[in-house]
């Protein structure tokens, strides 16, 4: 057997974080299996599918590293072979048609709560012969009045459900549109889909959805419902949480290793290892180690892992996805910026948890007229400092080598003729170089920036000072 997995989203919003750990979880078990993992697109639901989710689901998996081996299929364009089946349903009597009008079925529906009973069809057209001619209808699939639907989750275990809990479903409406429980299991079958691994508000349907299988004679896959994914309120993550949208976390600044990582052990452990390459994962995932309760969202932990992918990643690679960020912030990237961003990026990979936080971090580097902040300029900035500023800008426009030596031999002269200690010298020589009174090392801001921006960068603090 060809284990064969399929991540099946309805482009009805953008695709999130619970969804992509679905796709992930696909993903990982069929390449564990050497399978296949096959993309299904499923935009039945003409009103609420858009051509713009559809791009943010392919973009996203593309993104995030998930690559599939089959499809995009679309719903849309096998809407003839939902409706073949469900003709075939019908004539070997496991579907009927129900000629209630929508406005009839509503009323049956309201009747029945009123009355306490559940809210379900009541039945009325199966047993019926007649065909009046020319009434539009749709066709309901004839569940079993009695008996039970018992199947062996690969997470949850036995699930056992009663055969009077379920509907006679609609699995072809009267304008000719199929429903999902029908379409589903007409793809997964034809698609040849041997494992379901998919979030646990879909457990409800899968009794139903066997029923058509067991109707249709086709092998039935085995299902694996995964928990769903909480915010640290404990409640079922939503906006309120944060971010949910996985391309956000990509405009962010995250990395799409730390997403994978943090996304797979989502609801999944080995061990306490927390640091997982792409290809450890395949190696390692399994479905007998995700849990059966709700994971938590962790903003700590995933930011831990960025911070991780980015101290660890070759620099080449940060440093590539570093500058669309400085783009953002108006950096033009021209030469001396592609200069300087491999030099940037040693002192603060070290510091920054997200691309655009070190972004951020760089962006003094790029522009000499950056604003300085409020505070630092306040406190380092005053006419007290005056004098080390100008003996600094002197004793550095004489210097014939930029090397830390030099630099450090300059530093400590200034702090005996001014009698200070060395962060009394730095300190304001900080705020003029970066704008602020946190950077990275003086020496190695200095060397970034090169000989014509200090000058500049001194001059200016002075004047800002004198003025
Ligand atoms: N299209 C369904 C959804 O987006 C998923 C169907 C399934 O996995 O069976 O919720």
Known sequence: MIVKTRFAPSPTGNLHIGGARTALFNYLFAKKNKGIFVLRIEDTDIERSKEIYVEDILNGLKWLGIEWDEGPYFQKERMEIYRDYAYRLLSNGYAYRCYCTPEEV???????LKEGKKPSYDRTCRDRKDHPEGRPYAIRFKAPLSG??????????????????????????????????????????????????????????????????????????QFAHVPLIHGKDRTRLSKRHGATSLLEYRD?????????NYLARLGWAYGDQEVFSKEELIDKFDLSHVGKSPSIFDMDKLLWLNGHYIKTLPEDVVAERLKPFLAMKGITIDDEVERKVPLVLKP?????????EMADMALFFFQDDFPYDIKAKDKFLTPGNLGILDSFLKGFEALTSLNETEQKRLIERIMGEFNKKAVDVIQPIRVALSGKDISPGIFEVITILGRDAVIKRIKRAIDEIRA
Do not use: W
């Not at 056992?160 to 379920?166: A, Y």
């Not at 299991?185 to 494992?195: E, K, L, Q, R």
């Not at 603060?348 to 655009?356: D, G």
């Open 106 to 112: 509503e009323e049956k529906r309201r009747v029945a």
């Open 252 to 260: 962010e600044g995250f990395m799409p290793e730390a997403l994978m």
């Open 148 to 221: 039970e639907v018992i199947f062996d989750d690969m997470i949850r275990g036995r699930i056992t459900f009663s055969c009077d809990e379920l509907d006679d479903l609609v699995i072809l409406r009267s304008d000719n549109t199929p429903t999902y429980n029908f379409t589903v299991v007409v793809d997964d079958a034809s698609m040849g889909i041997t494992h379901i691994i998919r979030g646990d508000d879909h457990i409800n349907n899968t009794p139903r959805q066997i029923l058509i299988y067991r109707a249709l004679d086709l092998e039935i896959p």
């Open 348 to 356: 603060l990979k070290e510091r920054a948890k997200t691309l655009k």
